[in-house]
């Protein structure tokens, strides 16, 4: 199980913190990523970490304002988004492969429902 939380309304320039409680799997053992979709818009990956060894890749357009981390003793990611601007608003979805975040868009066993972020201009 997946759950997202930390979404809400921001304006330009702030922050958020989105964090996904996970269950039910060895966190270790799996890649848990973030995607997003805005209205209108394809689902497009954000972010993703390995479990195992918190190495991490990002969408190349965000790795300078967004940072994915874990907390392996709580199961729980985490998505720092620093510099929100209003093309960030969209639907944030957590999800898990039994992957490595190299192959991740290809082995996801399990999303989580989405965290609504909207940045106001």
């Known amino acids: 199980q997946l759950q997202a939380s930390g979404g809400g309304l921001v304006q330009a320039g702030g922050s958020l913190i989105l964090s996904c409680v996970t269950s039910?799997?060895?966190?270790?053992?799996?890649?848990i990523g973030w995607y997003r979709q805005a209205p209108g818009k394809k689902r497009e990956g954000v972010a993703c970490?390995?479990?195992?060894?918190?190495?991490?890749s990002y969408e190349d357009s965000l790795k300078d304002r967004f940072t994915i981390s874990s907390d392996n003793a709580k199961n729980t990611v985490y998505l720092q988004m620093n510099s929100l601007k209003p093309e960030d608003t969209a639907d944030y979805y957590c999800?898990?492969?039994?992957?490595?975040?190299?192959?991740?868009?290809?082995?996801?066993?399990?999303w989580g429902q989405g965290t609504l972020v909207t940045v106001s201009s």
């Open positions: 970490i390995n479990g195992g060894s918190g190495s991490a």
């Open positions: 039910g799997f060895i966190f270790d053992d799996y890649a």
């Open positions: 999800a898990v492969a039994d992957s490595y975040c190299s192959s991740f868009g290809n082995n996801i066993v399990r």
